[in-house]
């Protein structure tokens, strides 16, 4: 085995949840190291937009360079980002993390986002009393676990007759966009009962514009993720509780799998991280923990 093994890890755009993963993969990078005995580098290459082409061309860029293997979590369908199909044809390992796999040929890591946006949806539904307007804002819509949760979220908000469905907008995972296109449908709905969200940019955008708007504890939020800026809005009751990944065992999880790549043993379709649900009763927990 040679003494270095250099892995690539390529998220959908630079973000706080994709610094989690990259703080996962360094730390399973660092332990494979120590009891090997061999240096492994994690070079993190994010995209400047949530755009395919524009990711296309980091992993092409990133094949060009030989790795050992690459990481991605895919802004679009797999089968729409051509660029997996050639790094792939050159025999360079490809896991995915945060997504849905459609085949074997890339293995993933992640886990059931149709039932992390189900566990979200009805927790909300129960909050508002089977009854109100619910806002659900998009992630960015061709991300195959954005709209999972999407869809997922859609289907439990339409069994109960007593709930209206509005637009929640598109934050195309930007926060601020997120913050301002939840500033207008706070003011275009000022009896608003619950909102719902599809990635980790509309928590922090979404809780922002509640804080603004004077409607803590008067809009219902149950959000996606855990990271910092989430947890502490759940401490500080703008945001009621989280269907939330775990983004650092998905970055861990996939170097891990990459490294038995490089060691040609067979692995398996996808790897189940699970969900946790994250509320003010134990978010003091996930505040207090810099390992989780």
Known sequence: ????????????ISHPWCDE????????????????????????????TVDAAVQNGILEQAAVGRPDGIAIDPVDAVTHIAALQGVASQGIPVVLFDSPSPSAAFPSVGNDFAEQGTIAAERLVELIGRQG?????KGFPSAPNHKER????IAVLQKYSGITIVDGGTDNDDIEVAREQAASV????????????????????????????????KVKFVSMDGIRPILEAIRDGVI???????PRMQGSMAILLLWQA????????SIDTGIDLITQENVGEYLGDDNR
């Open 1 to 12: 085995m040679s003494k270095t093994l250099r892995f690539v890890l390529v998220p959908k």
């Open 240 to 246: 009621d509780s989280s269907s939330a990944t775990k």
């Open 21 to 48: 993963v990259r703080r996962g993969a360094q730390m399973q990078a660092d332990t494979l190291a120590k009891r090997l005995g061999i240096e492994i580098v994690i070079e993190y290459m994010p995209p400047s």
């Open 186 to 217: 706070l003011a275009l709905h000022p009896d608003l009962a619950g909102y719902l969200c599809c990635d980790a940019s509309g928590p922090i955008g979404i809780a922002s514009a509640i804080r603004q708007a004077g409607k803590v504890g």
């Open 262 to 269: 490089t060691l040609g043993m067979q692995l398996p379709r």
């Open 133 to 137: 307007k619910v806002a659900v804002m």
């Open 150 to 153: 999407y869809d997922a979220q």
